[in-house]
């Protein structure tokens, strides 16, 4: 296992214990409750409208159904990091990423989620690292991965 050194940048915070996963778990919470909620009421009112014929009953469930698909699509998002990388699960993709290849964590004030500057040059945002609901959780985390990312990153000793 290779040796950890200390950070020494000082808006760095000890690094986590790998593995680890961030994610935006008050989100993820609104959003399954809120779709849950919403199948439900949809599903109940189709099914108790006397007037409604069977295949508009239908319809009014797999529209249900379908918002419900939406909000549980939009509470995936997260970020995994082990002792071989970061895996970023975003809305509909999944990146696999070597330490070697993240350069910098990037939250600035304004930012809708963490963003990875990577070595070939490009960003890919993690959505699973966002400070919509909870700011200071988002913060904490961003600053966790930072310094997983200087540790563990290019640049640094590992052995």
């Known amino acids: 296992m290779p040796a950890a050194r200390a950070p020494e940048n000082r808006d760095l915070m000890p690094a986590p214990a790998l593995p680890v996963t961030f994610?935006?778990?008050r989100t993820k919470i609104v959003l399954l409750t809120?779709?849950?909620v919403m199948f439900v009421?949809?599903?109940?009112g189709a099914l108790l409208l006397d007037h409604v014929k069977a295949p508009e009953r239908l319809s009014f469930i797999f529209t249900a159904l379908l918002f419900f698909g939406v909000l549980a699509i939009l509470s995936r998002p997260k970020v995994v990091a082990d002792e071989d990388g970061v895996t970023v699960v975003n809305l509909t993709r999944t990146r696999k990423?070597?330490?070697?290849?993240?350069l910098r964590v990037n939250l600035r004030q304004g930012d809708p989620w963490v963003f990875l500057d990577l070595s070939d040059g490009s960003s890919l945002p993690a959505l699973g690292i966002q400070p919509g609901i909870a700011k200071a959780h988002a913060l904490r985390d961003a600053r966790a991965l930072r310094a997983l990312a200087e540790i563990h990153g290019t640049g640094t000793d590992n052995t």
């Open 23 to 25: 994610r935006p778990l």
């Open 34 to 36: 809120v779709g849950s």
């Open 41 to 44: 009421v949809i599903t109940a």
């Open 97 to 102: 990423l070597a330490w070697a290849e993240i």
